[in-house]
Structure formats: structure tokens, C-alpha cells
């Protein structure tokens, strides 16, 4: 057996997809039979950390990387100092990388973007191995940088069937996804006319009006369900006809909303850009260039009947090719090289 850990700032409270993601690693490395220790609190010093998981035999160390989780500004030497701890004691690290910074499309981002991607590249030359989700950056970040989705992160639907699709309007689930295409939602919700004019997961009206991105679109009309457990959002992703979910960069194996709808038998609508994964060309989601193609796709889908041995086909593929329990295998394979 052996003893690993996970540095995942602000697990277990902080929710979000690399808390989420943390914790069904957490789940699967143990049903392996692997001890797995998971440290979130980074107001301990990197140093200190790393002793203390030295001394309780841990071997392997997976660092999860997005430069917000370790400063309000995304800059932060936490990282490097415990790489540079963890070379020190011969442990074996690996960083995943989920972002690696903020894209230079706003002045005050230039600088900041800047100093995200220094500090990025000073980490990655102190791990022998890196994985991303993204084939543009597995490209930029270096040869040593290999490529893992991330997936689903709310579990598998409950029960063995799948419902035939009840939901009377279009769905989006995960409201406050960073990137995600509003413009393009709510110009297909126009355009089906249905009622009401969407159902959105994840969020209450009142979170919606008040945030300072998405409420801009709020609609009275609109369903909200408010934030849910796991099992209560697959039923809704499994009983929906179409699950809106486009984004500005496109479809990636970073998207677990998209991902969670796909599980659950949905079709998924979502969109290509400027960090497209070609893989995904080939997979049951549908993908969009434009928002004329997104609105018309969109159209024709719901207006198309959906059949049981489609909705079987969607989940077999996801089990072949994006299956949690795989990726996560495959991950604490590389993990433990």
C-alpha cells in the first residue's frame, strides 16, 4: 500500500470543481487500496506540511494547480515552496494542472497573466511530471506535460435506468462556470420559446440577480432550483430533453457540468473555441461554432424526439471513454511512476 496526499487548498469547505475533484480522488485512490491524506489548509507552511507528511510515510504527492487557489491575485511562492520542500526530501510530486493563468484579454490581466505564467513554468521545472486538461496547454506548458480530463465530479446518476426526458424546458446546470456563453443561452431560450424559458441548476434567483456577471441576464421567468446534493441534480440532468452548455473557450476535459449532463444520458449542446479539444468531435456532445449554429442546433434538438437507445448510447460512450473511475485510475498511475 502506499501513502499518498493531495494539496488542494481550502478542501473540504471551499466548493467548487478542484474541492470536488479532490474528493472523489480521494474516494477511488482508497478503494485501491492507497492510504491518501489530503492537505487543505495552506496557512501551515510548505515546509511544515511536508514534514509532517514525510514523517507519516507518505510517498507520492499530487499538488492540484489553479493560481487562485493559492492567492487572491493568483500570485503566491506557497506552490513553489513546496515543490522545492518536496525535492528536498526525495518525495515524489506531480501538479495537475486545472488553470494555469489568466488569459492577457483585459489591461489590468496583462501584468498578472504575466507573473501567473512565471510562476507556473518555475513550478513545472521542479516536478518531473505535469498533467493538464487541455491539449492547447499541454502544447504551451512542455513535453513533460501529459493530458487528463477531469470529468464528472458528482457521481454516477442513481439506479440503472435511464427516465425517458420529463424537464419541459432546457437546462444549465452550473450558472457561475467561468467562461460559460450567456448570450448564447439565453438567445436559444428565446428562440424555443418554452415555459418557463429555462430551468438553471446550481444557483437560487436571488444569487443569480446579485452576481456581478451572470445576474446581468437574470429573467424572472426562468426556474431556479438552487444549489442541490449530487444525487438530486443527476436525477434533474437525467430527466432533461437538453442541457444547455456553452463556452467561450469551448468544450475541454475541464468541463464537469458538461460531462455530469452526458453521464446522465443527456444531450448536451456546447460549443467550440479557442482551446477546443478535437477530441471531442467525435463524441455524442454537440457542438456549436456560433451562436447562429448554437441557436439552431438547438432548435432543431428539442424539437426532435429522443429515444432510450440513444440516451444509452451517450452513457456507453462515457463509460468507454470519460468514466471517472478511469481517469482517476489513470491519473494514480502516473502519479505513482
Known amino acids: 500500500m502506499d501513502t499518498l496526499a493531495i494539496l488542494s487548498p481550502g478542501y473540504p469547505d471551499n466548493l467548487g470543481g478542484v474541492t ?34 514525510r514523517r507519516g510515510g507518505t510517498d507520492c504527492i499530487l499538488l492540484q494547480y489553479v493560481p487562485f487557489l493559492y492567492g487572491r491575485r493568483g500570485v503566491s511562492s506557497y506552490p513553489e515552496r513546496f515543490a ?7 518525495m515524489r510530486l506531480t501538479i495537475f494542472v486545472h488553470e494555469p493563468w489568466v488569459p492577457p484579454t483585459r489591461i489590468p490581466w496583462i501584468p498578472l ?29 512542455g513535453a513533460h506535460v501529459r493530458l487528463i480530463y477531469v470529468g464528472c465530479t458528482l457521481g454516477p446518476p442513481e439506479g440503472s435506468s435511464t427516465p425517458a426526458p420529463s424537464l419541459g424546458a432546457p437546462v444549465v446546470f452550473s450558472p457561475f462556470a467561468a467562461g460559460l456563453r450567456w448570450d448564447w443561452i439565453a438567445e436559444a431560450c428565446r428562440s424555443l420559446d418554452t415555459d418557463p424559458p429555462l430551468i438553471v441548476i446550481g444557483a437560487d434567483a436571488d444569487t443569480v440577480r446579485a452576481h456581478p456577471t451572470v445576474g446581468k441576464w437574470f429573467r424572472e421567468q426562468w426556474d431556479y432550483r438552487g444549489r442541490l446534493p449530487a444525487p438530486d441534480i443527476m436525477r434533474l440532468l437525467s430527466a432533461a430533453k437538453l442541457v444547455l452548455s456553452p463556452f467561450i473557450d469551448g468544450m475541454t476535459g475541464r468541463r464537469t457540468s458538461a460531462f455530469a449532463a452526458l453521464s446522465a444520458g443527456a444531450r448536451v449542446l456546447t460549443s467550440s473555441g ?3 479539444d478535437p477530441f471531442f468531435m467525435k463524441s455524442p456532445f454537440h457542438i456549436a461554432p456560433t ?47
Open 20 to 53: 470536488h475533484h479532490t474528493a472523489r480522488l480521494m474516494a477511488n485512490w482508497t478503494a485501491a487500496g492507497h492510504r491518501v491524506d489530503v492537505i487543505g489548509d495552506t496557512t501551515v507552511g510548505a515546509e511544515v506540511a511536508v514534514d509532517r507528511l
Open 291 to 337: 451562436m447562429e449554429d448554437f441557436v439552431q442546433t438547438a432548435a432543431t434538438l428539442w424539437a426532435t424526439a429522443d429515444s432510450d437507445s440513444e440516451r444509452q448510447r451517450r452513457i456507453e460512450w462515457h463509460q468507454t471513454h470519460v468514466d471517472p473511475a478511469l481517469l482517476d485510475a489513470r491519473l494514480l498511475a502516473m502519479v505513482l511512476e
Open 274 to 276: 479557442h482551446l477546443f
Open 84 to 90: 522545492r520542500a518536496c525535492a528536498a526530501r526525495g
Open 113 to 141: 497573466g504575466w507573473l501567473q505564467r512565471r510562476q507556473l513554468r518555475r513550478l513545472l521545472r521542479m516536478a518531473p511530471k505535469a498533467v493538464t486538461t487541455v491539449p492547447t496547454w499541454q502544447a504551451m506548458l
